[in-house]
């Protein structure tokens, strides 16, 4: 692998050479980084550099939720990640890459005809007047990356960016949505010139679908397009295109994940084929966006199943994963689940055919309507934790009585926040950002919980403010998983 160089992660990823040790990939948790930050890398990409994952995205700060340029990560193992600082800096009074600019969905890719670091975005204003992409250089992949140009894709208008390099022929591609205009609401499939400085052909456009966040992956056989609909902030059904070709034909588009989990909650954005010395692994890399906390937003990535006999890509829930990376194998994590509780004060446990025992437990709000789980085993070390939950503040998106936002006070709310308290330590209270879903549809989401060793544990969750009430989400179950070896 030394002196090997690949183009965007979406290509081929060899990975027979790299050793490291697989650790759980947790999807929707708080992932932290080796200095135990959270990690800040949103809507971004990964490219693989002589055996390491570079993971750049958009940096985001309370107060600063655009504008505040390109993080970057380094990982061996996809799941322990060291932060490198900005690796795209914003520049006071700059007229593409200023803090009050937009600064979106940036891609990395090795260029061979340059010796460079080659740094595409989705560069506009903050009124998206411009619908640029910008580009940046850089000698190393951490940067830092120097700014270049921003320009009009052969003349058109960009928004979502993405970009893809096909591994058997190395040639790398353009994806962009032409923005909301009448005139535009299509989707380009461009490619780039030989040094990647430049579009040069439109290899296929995606006509008036009015979709977002592109990105491609490829198999032996087809390649497949995953695009989301355009609902700002808000989850929808991300929908997949296939082709033998990238010229087309194109299928007609098809949900990608079980319907109204809408992607679980998550939206598109890139996609990662690993191949391991055993297999090939595909996963999708989504952003599960917090629009009230844009930099508590959390990342969704999952493994997709795709059968080119069938012509299908399904992606797959799993709370926790193990993924090896030299391999490319990956297995599910088994917990253990609690279902039977205490209720306390107004909570109570309500009749629910969808449910997987049959019931739910709901009333949950504020210190005084809680609910308690008992007799959960610990080891001792900290261990991830999956709530598995029902809220509907938002009835469904698109159920809404005349498509109004949500019925509590006029504005989307998109979660509920809950706390959680183990074994009755309300110094130490947790908070559990719980998405909203659609009716009869049950999701999770993660916490990394530390229990005492033994089977006397208690975890108790309540309701915290969310900007509108102290309720807490309707509770399924909870899973208890292994500590990491």
């Not at 969905?105 to 061979?112: A, G, I, L, M």
């Not at 009015?210 to 929908?239: C, F, W």
């Amino acid at each position: 692998m030394v002196g090997l160089k690949l183009g965007l992660s979406t290509g081929l990823l060899l990975l027979s050479a790299v050793v490291a040790q697989a650790k759980y990939i947790v999807p929707g948790g708080r992932w932290r980084d080796t200095d135990g930050n959270l990690v800040n890398s949103h809507a971004g990409s990964v490219l693989l550099d002589n055996g390491t994952f570079w993971w750049f995205g958009e940096y985001k700060v309370e107060g600063q939720e655009e504008g505040g340029g390109v993080s970057v990560y380094s990982s061996d193992d996809l799941a322990t990640w060291k932060f490198h600082g900005l690796a795209l800096e914003p520049v006071e009074g700059h007229s593409i890459i200023s803090p009050k600019h937009i600064i979106q969905r940036p891609k990395v890719v090795f260029s061979e005809s340059t010796g460079k670091y080659h740094m595409w975005w989705h560069a506009d204003n903050s009124s998206y007047g411009l619908l640029l992409q910008g580009m940046a250089t850089a000698d190393t992949p951490a940067g830092p990356y120097s700014f270049v140009d921003a320009t009009a894709p052969l003349g058109n208008w960009s928004q979502d960016f993405g970009m893809f390099t096909d591994y058997k022929d190395g040639r790398t591609y353009a994806l962009y949505s032409n923005g909301d205009r009448k005139e535009g609401r299509d989707v380009y499939l461009t490619s780039y010139n030989k040094e990647i400085t430049g579009l040069d052909e439109v290899v296929h456009r995606f006509d008036k679908f009015d979709l977002e966040a592109p990105t491609i992956i490829q198999t032996d056989r087809s390649y497949y397009t995953l695009m989301s609909h355009k609902t700002g902030y808000r989850p929808n059904n991300v929908v997949a295109f296939r082709a033998d070709s990238l010229s087309g034909p194109w299928s007609a588009p098809w949900i990608v994940s079980p319907l109204n989990t809408r992607t679980f909650n998550s939206q598109s954005g890139f996609t990662l084929r690993i191949k391991g010395c055993r297999k090939t692994t595909y996963l999708y890399l989504g952003d599960q966006w917090d629009s009230n906390s844009l930099w508590e937003s959390r990342y969704i990535w999952l493994p997709m199943t795709i059968d080119d006999d069938k012509k299908t890509l399904e992606v797959e829930w799993h709370d926790v994963y193990d993924l090896d990376v030299k391999t490319a194998n990956w297995t599910p994590v088994k917990g253990k689940e609690y279902k039977d509780a205490t209720t306390n004060g107004n909570s109570f446990k309500q009749e629910a055919n969808f449910a997987t025992g049959g019931f739910l437990y709901t009333g949950i709000e504020g210190n005084d309507s809680t609910v308690t789980f008992n007799g959960i085993e610990g080891t001792g070390k900290p261990q991830w934790v999956s709530f598995y939950y029902q809220n509907t503040d938002d009835m469904g998106f698109g159920d809404q009585p005349g498509g109004s936002p949500d019925r509590i006070g006029g504005s989307w709310q998109l979660r509920r926040i809950s706390s959680v308290v183990v074994n009755g330590n309300t110094e130490k209270v947790e908070t559990l950002y719980q998405r909203d879903t659609h009716k009869g549809i049950i999701l999770s989401t993660p916490l990394q919980l530390t229990l005492e060793e033994g089977s006397n544990n208690t975890i108790t969750v309540g309701g915290l403010y969310n900007g509108v009430a102290y309720k807490g989400a309707d509770l399924d179950r909870i899973v208890v998983y292994p500590p990491e070896n």
